[in-house]
């Protein structure tokens, strides 16, 4: 598909003139949609990179995403994945090949049922653990993968691996590669938005890079702490009229220089680049300003509860960024909180009771709001965790962790509602029926936004990059509504 | 209920070491499972006429099966009928049930079937990777735990201390699988176990007698080249052009300029005007320096009325020390300098990774030659006899740090270093791709999992070329990057930190012994406290072993030791857990000692602070680790345990060509170094090496003119572009061999060429003809890079500290979540010196493309994005360079606006303000001042508002010109 190869330079070259012919007010919205020219070395036509909106390959079932990135390594058999045979085998040791995946091979400890009850939820009559109260109200409308695996025992890779489709670092994630495809709606916020937590993730910023994409294609950091955005108003607060007259010294001088120097297209991208700042103090103050939302709103995402109250904003901020335009949205959590290798119970209760609410309420706010149809909502972590003990001296059990099989749930954005795909082995250890890999993931996340991963490509040094890489990679079907 | 388990789960792991030894990993059906069946089974399913006509005497009978079909299906023991009876319950009928130890072995034992099918015929090369991944580091090359080693087929029939471990043709009594099949060996708590199927592989290899491959001693032929192949243009030595005759002879002042002139002349078009003098000067500073001059250097070049002031600037700035910062960096990035080795999150700090980073610097400002520079970075270490070396100089020094070249991707290996031969792989990988993409420009990184699609390079030769710096890095011999350094440093160095240290140490081991005494109480309390929660067994072991010495232990006590480390050796942390008392009590003295130790980002990273310690000088080096290197092979689908044929060292054959010397090693007798590397980095600065001075003067020409004349500049293969001026290519390829490879020589040539003195305003025949400017009509503006702006704005605003060299500057995240350096106590360094940390990116640099290093940059792209603006118009650093320089401003001319305008444009944009502009800015001071002084009033500020507000005002017009395009780029 040639329609997402760079365009030519005529194009370019023609809007610049429209420029000077005073086709102002057209020529400047034009502008204003675009973060960037990219000044480029080539001798093949110069590619441009802008967020303006782009059509996919194909119609789309989702329009944006909001990924709810549990990381860590939420344990499957403790949450999603009832196994009864577990607790008839506690305490037996674990198999060979499963010790040959264990990370921490001085804590091996015995198979070790969940300590909680599963039930059935909804009409689909899903079992979920007592953990997920509030997720079981809107079993209806997700997909449960019970069948994901990965490729590696340790966090960064894996990570990398399910933002960037490799264990190593350095390539462009999702939000980067569904921008670069796609756009935004909304000329006065970023693409691609990360709501952060106090603390970094583990992998830290590498987790919204843009990698070989241009920069344009990174997520913009919206932090939890003040200020939300880094640098989108002095530290010192000056009024109005005093940013005012810097400013327009600013354009003025601009201007003037541009002026002298007619064809320098650069030049007009940096000059709308600033007035895209101005814009952006605004529109991102407005999409963050939770107090316009109802009382019965903030109740439903737990504002009102300290335990739910920081997850809970994120995910309605999540939401706000959405209805605004915004393509892609990536919730984190500090550091790694799912990551239990001792004490399973006290921590596992604790991510629960912070995530479970809020998330079951972004899926219910919306449905209610019809947006749902269109968003496409992913939870899941890295990887998940080994159905036997890990016993450090000191402390109460946990588990280690566990690539090779996983589960992740999937709502809106065309996929079935209330829906299980696939299982693992019968102690919860090996995705064994209808295997997802995380590159069949990819492949079906990018359908879901009306993309062929086979033809998103990014031309670097002659070769053609993709996402699932030269993985096989196939969409999951059977998920598809 | 949960209590239960864990008391279960203890208890398990506790009887670890004796449930492994006789827990059967590889169950056999008489001897371990019949007995189960015998006990709970055989009585209804053993007669002549069993129950259900099922008969559980035999494996065969048990697959054979009764009324309800096949008891077992092998390989699946979740689906087998006899798992499922015994697991629910429903049999044995009545009240008895299998215990879960024999439900799990005879689970076991099913799940084993499916992998016992396969009885082909098994050599060495299969069980290879076996020992490459889980014996080889303690019984290989460097240590040969038990006098065993394992690496090759003679030594693993000689076997170690306690005699042969390898019984051709039986497998029970070779010690070799009894130890791995009772889970003795490896030692499970560091090293993973070896798959079932990796343990079958195990077995059926010494069954078949053990089979050894052949030697094959030559390197297999490759197929011969096509003639197309050879004959592709990067793959051919350049060839030197006559210098064109052009129409316009008085524009050419050196060939550079015919070659251009003659492409340019054939769409009749020619060069433009020559820049104004004051544009040249800001261009020539910025390029060579990556800062705009001072007023003074402005003033006094722009009177200079001597026809070569122009050429004598280029030659002032090539031996300006700055020169070698500004140009360092274009090589870190092909290097892929970073200060961290990423990969693992807590991304540790190379302490000493800066030596590299100096040794560019110096090796660009006394102009190394170019083949010097790459063999000094390929194989420092055996130019020199460094082992034998007794005096340490600054040359040694640079020449071992040098190597450094090849140790700079990303290297997690430190963390668990036994964990995975496929990291180490990877590590190798990503320095074969530095240095192909970097140096020879060739993907050779495309061969690593299969023959290159697109250029004449095999699998095989990726392979091939690896084997060259296997002698330094090792995977089948390997050492974490932590243990990669060389201590060797000047002995002023080494007094200084010593000095520094000492009483630094006794503080410590003061310190440090005081808590321990605090701890002991409570250590007694806690192993107290966990023995009474373990088995009795297991109580009366730890006893035993915490009343043993550490050195006095038995094998089994040293396990336990291990097992229970926290139990019997508990953490302060761990006794802080459960005692807040202690906790309270330590915090105090931990955190001195912190202090002391100075461990920061994994690392022990002493930026300077007096009172903490400094670290032990050392150089990260890639050195020959001496002795015979293990084999290399070609690895299938690039995996580490997919082990194909062996290789040899060698170059792509298409390279190998005539007229060029063959590689082969440079060994100098008496020094234990294979001469690999050596003689690679000789084949490679060959002066008709059809690749290296190419891929090199093509960079440099990217440098001054913003474009390159190969546009993929790490790719001169198939699928890179060809040359837009091939015969100036060859030309300027072969001039800088005949200069010496001096990199100073070609950028004075470039420099004072007709081309580069162009202006680059775009007129109107350049535009119409000329329109993407391939054939170079105008000089192209440029925006500055990272490093030059974040310098330029230092050094514009007084407040750049030029201390060259040295430990990285500290960086740190602010409240805010922007990541800056710290100041010295002379302002900010240049950005080559900040701490490249890869979690940490100075915000500053990362904006404007500062790259990701994966695992180098060869090619940086430029963006125009709005975190730019906001950057540079509202961080607080950017606020108070302004501010700075304003208070400077008004200190030089107090009183004087005007000459303050002036001062201030002469500083930020290297010119005088027209009088139009002087105005505008006047005007616009007016309006700022009046702004800030209602600013200041509503505020209520205390201090004086008038001059306040003069000076914010000019602040503010200071800021905006930092923020200018005309600052940002160089016309």
Sequence with gaps: MTRYRPRGPGTRRDFFSRIGDGLHGAALAYLLQQDLLASTKSDQPAPRFDLKPRSPHFEPKAQSVIHLFMNGGPSQVDLFDPKPTLDRMAGAAAPRDLLNQIENMDQVGTLMPSPYEFSRHGKCGMELSELLPHTGKVVDDITMIRSMYGEHFNHEPSINLFHTGRLISGRPTLGAWVTYALGTENNNLPGYVVLDDKNLPVNGIQNWQSGWLPPVFQGTRFREKHPAVLNLSPKQELPNPLVEAERSLLSSLDQAHRRDRPWQPDLDARISSYELAARMQLAASDALDLSQESEATKEMYGLNNEVTASYGRRCLMARRLIERGVRFVQIFIEYQIWDNHSNLKKNLEYCCGKTDQPSAALVQDLKQRGLLENTLVIWGGEFGRMPISQVRAGAEVGRDHGPDGFSMWMAGGGVKAGYIHGATDDIGHKAVQDRVSVHDFHATFLHQMGLDHRKLVYHRHGLEERLTDQYPARVIEEILA | MWSRFCFKILFFSALQTTLLATELASPDFEKDVRPILEKNCLQCHGASAPQAQLDLRTSESLLAGGKSGSALVPGASSKSLLVSKVISGSMPPGEGRLSDEEISLIRLWIDRQGTQTRLVSVTEKDVLPIFQMHCVNCHGKSKQEGGLDLTTQASRLTGGDSGPVLIPGKPGKSLLYARVLAREMPPLDEIRPPTTAEVETLRHWIEAGAPADSPSGAQVQEPALSQEDRDFWSFC???????????????????????????????????????????????????????????????????????????????????????????????????????????????????????????????????????????????????????????????????????????????????????????????????????????????????????????????????????????????????????????????????????????????????????????????????????????????????????????????????????????????????????????????????????????????????????????????????????????????????????????????????????????????????????????????????????????????????????????????????????????????????????????????????????????????????????????????????????????????????????????????????????????????????????????????????????????????????????????????????????????????????????????????????????????????????????????LEQKNEAGPRGPTAQWSALSSVALTLLNSAEFLYID
């Design chain 2, 237 to 935: 030595p350049p060839q030197r052009p006559e210098v064109p005759n052009v129409r316009q002879q008085d524009l050419v002042r050196n060939p550079i300029d015919a070659f251009l002139l003659r492409q340019l002349e054939a769409k009749d078009l020619s060069f433009s005007p020559e820049a104004e003098p004051h544009v040249l000067l800001r261009r020539a500073y910025l390029d060579l320096t990556g800062m705009p001059p001072t007023p003074a250097e402005t003033q006094a070049y722009l009177e200079d009325q001597r026809a070569p002031a122009y050429e004598d600037l280029i030659d002032r700035l090539l031996n300006s020390s700055h020169y070698g910062e500004r140009w360092a960096q274009y090589w870190l990035d092909l290097a892929g300098y970073t200060d961290s080795e990423g990969i693992v999150d807590e991304d540790k700090v190379r302490p000493h990774a800066w030596r590299y980073r100096d040794y560019v610097i110096r090796a660009l400002n006394s102009d190394t030659p170019y083949d010097r520079f790459l063999t000094e970075q390929l194989a420092g270490d055996e130019l020199v006899d460094y082992k034998k070396e007794e005096k340490v100089t600054q040359d040694l020094i640079d020449i071992l740090a040098a190597t450094g070249f090849l140790r700079l991707t990303t290297d997690g290996t430190y963390a668990q270093p036994n964990r995975s031969l496929q990291d180490k792989m990877d590590v190798i990988a990503d320095e074969m791709q530095v240095l192909g993409s970097s140096v020879m420009g060739l993907t050779v990184g495309c061969a690593r999992c299969h023959d290159h699609k697109y250029d004449p390079l095999t699998q095989r030769e990726y392979y091939s070329l690896s084997a060259i710096f296997q002698t330094a890095l090792d995977p089948y011999d390997w050492r974490p990057p932590t243990e990669r350094v060389l201590y060797r440093a000047l002995e002023s160095e080494v007094k200084a930190v010593e000095s520094h240290n000492a009483p630094l140490k006794t503080q410590l081991q003061k310190l440090e012994a005081e808590l321990e005494k605090e701890a002991l109480p409570f250590k007694e309390k806690f192993l107290k406290e966990a023995l009474a929660s373990l088995p009795k067994d297991v109580r009366e072991d730890l006893k035993a072993v915490t009343a043993t010495p550490k050195d006095k232990r038995t094998g089994l006590q040293r396990y336990l030791s291990r097992k229970f480390k926290d139990v019997v050796d508990p953490s302060y942390a761990v006794l802080g857990d459960r005692f807040p008392e202690f906790k309270k009590s330590a915090a105090e003295p931990q955190k001195s000692i912190e202090h002391i130790r100075n461990v920061k980002y994994g690392s022990e990273t002493n930026f300077k602070d007096k009172t903490k310690l400094l670290l032990k000088p050392g150089i990260r080096a890639l050195y020959d680790m001496g002795g015979e290197p293990s084999p290399t092979y070609l690895l299938k689908r690039g995996q580490a345990q997919s082990v194909g044929e062996r290789v040899y060292p060698s170059v792509p054959a298409v390279l190998n060509r005539s007229g060029l010397k063959p590689y082969r090693p440079v060994k100098v007798s008496g020094r234990d170094t294979s001469g690999n590397r050596l003689g690679f980095a000789r084949w490679l600065t060959q002066p008709n090496h059809p690749l290296t001075s190419r891929v090199k003067v093509n960079r440099i020409w990217a440098h001054h003119f913003g474009r390159t004349l190969v546009t993929s500049p790490g790719n001169f293969g198939r699928t890179g572009s060809k040359p837009s001026h091939p015969q100036l290519l060859d030309w300027l390829a072969t001039e800088f061999v005949a200069r010496g490879w001096s990199l100073k020589a070609m950028h004075r040539l470039i420099m004072t060429s007709t081309a580069f003195r162009q202006t680059s305003e775009v007129g109107q025949r350049s535009r119409e003809g000329d329109p993407e400017n391939l054939l170079l009509s105008r000089m192209p503006l440029r925006r500055l890079d990272a490093e030059a702006l974040h310098d330029s704005v230092l050094q514009v605003t007084g407040r750049l500290d030029t201390t060259p060299f040295g430990i990285p500057v500290a960086v740190e995240e602010k409240p805010s979540g922007e990541v800056v350096a710290e100041a010295t106590e002379k302002g900010w360094r240049r950005a080559v010196y900040l701490l490249k940390r890869r979690r940490m990116p100075v915000s500053a640099l990362e904006a404007f493309d500062y790259p990701v290093m994966m695992p180098n940059c060869d090619e940086r792209r430029q963006s125009t994005v709005v975190v730019q603006a906001l950057q540079l118009m509202n961080s607080e650093l950017m606020r108070s360079h302004a501010s700075y320089l304003a208070g400077r401003l008004m200190d030089r001319a107090p009183g004087d606006t005007e000459k303050q305008v002036e001062d201030l444009y002469l500083r930020v944009l290297t010119r005088y303000p027209r009088i139009d502009e002087k105005q505008r800015i006047l005007a616009s001071l007016d309006i700022l001042s009046e702004e800030w002084k209602a600013h």
